[in-house]
């Protein structure tokens, strides 16, 4: 149980396209679902928390114009990275939280992006 | 503030044991989780201490200690697969959770 997945696992696109990664919560309500962005050798750094039908909370220092969160349903949330450019090339990861208990948070797989 | 400090690197040798310290600072602080994370991948959960003390779960253990702001995960029968990076995170609650900047371990023959 408590699988998470991302789609995709790594896109490659050009500088100043946009791209859009899913996560899913396959089987369990995810009521919390949270962004992290880690660079190579670096922890992960939280980009924004968002709630089911309402809008992302991001942290300090997090663009919400150029990062686009959206959490339509208890299973899929959404980021956009929105013209992106090559610092932006990062591992994505998200994570979801089913609100139980001390509220472990469940991984996806990861998504490798990289702006050319 | 929120401060995670764990070392950057350990080197352990294969079958014996390893403690990887982690201090934290953190407002608001809940719980302290610990993950194992192999490169390239998703961290995965590896436990979560609440309380004072020692948990063991097979041949990972973790202890925290609250007063100190101190906690460690030891790993016991170190096998060549347990070498990967390990995050200590501190959960603050309000569905917050901070991590460290993680221990890379090496385990070798």
């Known amino acids: 149980g408590a699988v998470v997945s991302q789609h995709p696992s790594w896109v490659i696109c050009k500088s100043g396209t946009s791209v859009k990664i899913e996560c899913r919560s396959l089987d369990f309500q995810a009521t919390t679902m949270f962004w992290y962005r880690q660079f190579p050798k670096q922890s992960l750094m939280l980009m924004a928390t968002s709630n089911e039908g309402s809008k992302a909370t991001y942290e300090q220092g997090v663009e919400k114009d150029k990062f686009l969160i959206n959490h339509a349903s208890l299973t899929l949330s959404t980021l956009t990275v929105t013209s992106a450019h090559p610092e932006d090339s990062s591992f994505y990861i998200c994570?979801?939280?089913?609100?139980?208990?001390?509220?472990?948070?469940?991984f996806g797989p990861g998504t490798r992006l990289t702006v050319l | 503030g929120q401060n995670i400090d764990q070392p950057t690197e350990m080197t352990a040798t294969e079958g014996a044991i390893v403690q990887i310290n982690c201090t934290y600072q953190?407002?608001?602080?809940?719980?302290l989780f610990w993950y194992q994370q192999h490169a390239g991948e998703a961290p995965t959960f590896l436990s979560y201490?609440?309380?004072?003390g020692l948990e063991e779960k097979g041949r990972f253990s973790s202890f925290l200690s609250r007063s100190k702001g101190y906690s460690y995960l030891l790993l016991k029968e170190l096998q060549m697969k347990d070498s990967a990076s390990y995050l200590c995170?501190?959960?603050?609650?309000?569905?917050?959770?901070?991590f460290g900047a993680g221990t890379r371990l090496f385990v070798k023959a």
């Open positions: 994570s979801a939280s089913s609100g139980q208990g001390y509220n472990e948070q469940f």
């Open positions: 201490n609440v309380l004072d």
């Open positions: 995170a501190g959960y603050t609650g309000g569905f917050k959770t901070i």
């Open positions: 953190t407002s608001g602080f809940n719980g």
